[in-house]
């Protein structure tokens, strides 16, 4: 079963060169892929033609209403002489509301500032789906890496035990020299089997985030961040997607209060009705009439104080929601800063390190050193190379981190060739409330069976 297993992680490795062979990608394409094939987006796309179809109800609520309905009743037994069993009537209504104190204008008005927040939460997602993919694409380049470095540190500990075998033999080490270089060996090929592992879950990883197995990566520079720390936090707070929804609910939330308190004034509307009988009688009605609250047992009055704690609460949710973005970018840039000094450092460390691996390994050459020295510095020149990768990784993860504090994170700012969802067409076309059979109405069945295709 061990055996299978490694085979089956040489097999995700070996598909990693082997697809890179033939085609190599950049971030960019990753990206572009993560965008198309996402189905969080598409989740979230429908939720927000779901908000616009709200509207169109609430649309639809100043609209007139026109009902049919038709009647046959059969009376048994019949004790009146003469009279027919069967009595049937059709009959048409209409209903239109004339005054309802700005209620009904009022839920619009909310409903579109609910559409905003929405289109809002759509970016944020976006933003999500993006981030994700470059996490993914960059755990897949580092793993490769490491996967490298572990097979070469293998190789250069497998020499190093022959050679120490080889001393032995002549009898210019011990038998202690051998074996630690077979210890360091042992350890150096479970660390391989286990960055073997994690390029294995990076692999699935990135199918997952981008929609399809990684091909040949190719090395990727940070994002371009130019303005301070100061200035992306005041920009972010004017522009991040998840304060502009907040925005919008404290709107929506004002407006519900003013919708709830016009629930307490009274309601004007004109009510007609045409009805025939099976003897061709019409008669028709047409009136105003108005009604309105007396009392309630206070459900109305509840209503609108509930209204107010919510407005109360969408409030505070933009007081957090602004903080959390501010710290965020001081987060992100605070990260990025890290990841840079310690690319630098880590430069540095491996250059060192390597004039110093070169130099123990010489002398011991020459009996000046011992075996423990030479494992003990290519260690520590194996140690350099690691967070060398990792600090180039963390890096490029920070500087787009840095992009999705800010807002930035999307598909518009980072130029991808892709078809943008553009959510003012289905708004658009539902905004009216249009029925099914008018060109509007047909349009928009004609967007969603496609959509469902």
Do not use: C
């Not at 490694?6 to 070996?14: G, S």
């Not at 390597?354 to 520590?380: C, I, M, P």
């Not at 003012?424 to 539902?430: E, G, H, P, R, T």
């Amino acid at each position: 079963m061990i055996k299978r297993a490694k085979i089956a992680t040489w097999a995700v490795v070996v598909a990693v060169a082997v697809s890179g062979a033939a085609k190599a990608e950049t971030l960019a394409d990753a990206l572009t892929s993560a965008y198309n094939n996402s189905g969080l987006l598409e989740q979230n796309r429908a939720l927000l033609r779901a908000a616009d179809e709200d509207l169109a109800q609430s649309v639809a609520s100043t609209l007139p209403v026109i009902n049919w309905s038709a009647s046959a009743i059969n009376t048994y037994p019949n004790n009146v002489p003469g009279a027919d069993l069967l009595q049937a009537n059709a009959r048409i209504s209409a209903s239109l509301t004339l005054y309802d104190g700005g209620a009904n204008r009022l839920a619009i008005e909310s409903q579109k500032e609910t559409i905003l927040g929405t289109r809002q939460s759509l970016r944020s997602v976006e933003q999500d789906v993006l981030l994700r993919a470059v996490q993914a694409y960059l755990q897949v380049s580092s793993d490769t890496e490491f996967v490298s470095l572990r097979q070469n540190n293998v190789r250069v500990l497998t020499q190093e035990f022959r050679a120490a075998q080889d001393r032995f033999e002549v009898g210019e080490v011990t038998r202690t020299d051998v074996a630690l270089a077979e210890a360091r060996l042992a350890a150096a090929r479970s660390a391989l089997a286990a960055a073997e592992g994690e390029l294995a879950r990076s692999f699935e990883e990135y199918r997952a985030a981008i929609g399809h197995a990684p091909q040949q990566l190719r090395p990727v520079s940070p994002a371009p961040v130019s303005q301070g720390i100061e200035d992306a936090k005041n920009f972010a707070v004017r522009n991040h997607p998840n304060i502009i929804q907040a925005q919008h609910a404290v709107s929506a939330a004002e407006l519900n209060i003013r919708r709830a308190e016009a629930a307490l004034g009274p309601t004007i509307s004109l009510e007609g009705f045409v009805s025939i009988d099976p003897d061709a009688n019409e008669s028709r009605q047409i009136g105003i009439q108005a009604g309105g609250p007396i009392y309630g047992g206070g459900r109305l009055s509840s209503q609108i104080r509930q209204f107010m704690s919510r407005r109360d609460a969408a409030r505070s949710s933009l007081l957090v929601t602004s903080q959390g973005v501010a710290q965020q970018v001081g987060n992100a840039y605070s990260f990025l800063r890290v990841a840079r000094a310690s690319r630098l450092a880590s430069d540095q460390q491996i250059r060192a390190a390597r004039v110093a691996f070169e130099g123990v390994r010489e002398e011991a050459k020459l009996g000046s050193r011992t075996t423990l020295d030479v494992l003990n510095a290519e260690q520590e020149l194996l140690d350099a190379q690691a967070n060398l990768i990792s600090a180039q990784a963390e890096e490029v993860n920070a500087s787009y981190s840095v992009l999705a504090a800010m807002g930035l994170l999307n598909a518009d700012h980072l130029r991808l060739p892709v078809q943008q969802y553009d959510p003012s067409q289905y708004y658009n076309l539902a905004k009216d409330a249009p029925i099914a059979m008018s060109p509007q109405g047909e349009a928009l069945d004609r967007v969603l069976k496609a959509i469902g295709n």
